[in-house]
Each structure stands twice: as C-alpha cells, then as structure tokens.
T-cell receptor, first 112, second 116 residues
Framework: AQSVAQPEDQVNVAEGNPLTVKCTYS??????LFWYVQYPNRGLQFLLK??????LVKGSYGFEAEFNKSQTSFHLKKPSALVSDSALYFC??????????FGKGTRLHILP | ETGVTQTPRHLVMGMTNKKSLKCEQH?????MYWYKQSAKKPLELMFV???????ENNSVPSRFSPECPNSSHLFLHLHTLQPEDSALYLC???????????????FGPGTRLTVL
C-alpha cells in the first residue's frame, strides 16, 4: 500500500538552531511531494512542493526541503528556527494519477 | 488568508440534528475537497469534486452527504452523526484535479464539529 511516514510526533528545537522535520514515503513511480503547515485554529497552508528538477526545493518562510530518491525521503529544513515556526507540519505525497496522501503530522516546538 | 472560507467555524450538534457545513472559494479553482482531521490521525480525504461533479467518495458513511452546486461552493450535509464524527472538517480547492502540476491545494480554516 502507498503511504507517507512522519516518524516523529513532535520535534523540539531551540530558537536560532537549524531544524529538520522528517518524511519518508512508499509509492510507485515518481510522485509529487508537498509540505503543508497548520497553525492553531487555521487550515493547512502550502509551504512547498517538488515535481521534478533540482532536489532542493525552496518554499515559504525560509523553509526548504530535500528530495532524496534513493532514500525515498523529503525532509523539511530551515537553517535558523524562529519561535513563530511552531506549528503542525504535514508531509504529503501524490502518486501520479492518484489522490494525495497526507502523513500524520509532526508538531514542531521552537523553544525561546 | 488563502481565499477559501468555511462556515460555521464551530458547530455543536446532537446525534439527531441535521446541519450543514459550507465552503466557498474565491480563487477560480475547478476542484474542491472535503477532509476530516482527527487528533493523531492522518488527514482523511472524504470527497472530491471536479467541475461540480463528484469524482471520489472514500467510503464515507451516508450520514455525510456532499453537495456542489457550482465550482465555488461546496456543502457537507450532516444527519444522525455519531460522537466519533467529532473532528475538524477541512475544505480545500485546487486549480485542477490530481494529475497536473497545478493541483496544489489551498485549505480553508476548517469547522470544528462536536457531536454530543
């Protein structure tokens, strides 16, 4: 079965430190890959996506994600975390010609 | 804001009530979606509409009934719900349906539903 895994329920990072939120997937073919963020009492907001080309994708709010085909991973990264980055982050994968699949989400806490 | 609005933002209903959730998008998108978000579970896709036509129903119980009168509006009619249906219901839209590079989804703020 096709799936998306976010192995960490929660990630804690000190403000100013680099952050990584992990995502791995198991789908056939070459899927589209997405990251979304959800702030409290809000819907999901699109951060970035990978379709093809450069493995490093840059998105909103200084976030970037690195596509690794051999490891079937699409980890979200930011060089220097802000307290305002604290939120729930969702990785999503859309196999070609099939519906999008979301991970369970990872709660990111940035500690002042 | 993303241009997708949902009303009401909060809803408390009894198991015998009938209520409706409304979603409206001002983005000119052709595809619209209903999702259910429960605590510590993956986002569950419920229904997909493309150009007002339902293209997907992911084994959703019949107590949830969607309606899409036009490409800008999407409703979710609720009746005889169960307490386990309590969740955040999210509406989303995308320029096109899955299968193109323009299928990035834009979400509304959600309706927090509590079934007593």
């Amino acid at each position: 079965a096709q799936s998306v895994a976010q192995p960490e329920d929660q990630v804690n990072v000190a403000e100013g430190n680099p952050l990584t939120v992990k995502c791995t997937y198991s789908v056939s073919g070459n899927p589209y890959l997405f990251w979304y963020v959800q702030y409290p009492n809000r819907g999901l907001q699109f951060l970035l996506k990978y379709i093809t080309g450069d493995n490093l994708v840059k998105g909103s709010y200084g976030f970037e994600a690195e596509f690794n085909k051999s490891q079937t991973s699409f980890h979200l990264k930011k060089p220097s975390a802000l307290v305002s980055d604290s939120a729930l982050y969702f990785c999503a994968v859309r196999p070609l010609d099939d519906k999008i699949i979301f991970g369970k989400g990872t709660r990111l806490h940035i500690l002042p | 804001e993303t241009g997708v609005t949902q009303t009401p933002r909060h809803l408390v209903m009894g198991m015998t009530n009938k209520k409706s959730l409304k979603c409206e998008q001002h983005l000119g998108h052709n595809a619209m979606y209903w999702y259910k978000q429960s605590a510590k579970k993956p986002l569950e896709l419920m229904f997909v509409y493309n150009f007002k036509e339902q293209t997907e129903n992911n084994s959703v119980p019949s107590r949830f009934s969607p309606e899409c009168p036009n490409s800008s509006h999407l409703f979710l009619h609720l009746h005889t719900l169960q307490p386990e249906d309590s969740a955040l219901y999210l509406c989303a839209s995308s320029p096109q349906l899955a299968g193109t590079s323009t299928d990035t989804q834009y979400f509304g703020p959600g309706t927090r539903l509590t079934v007593l």
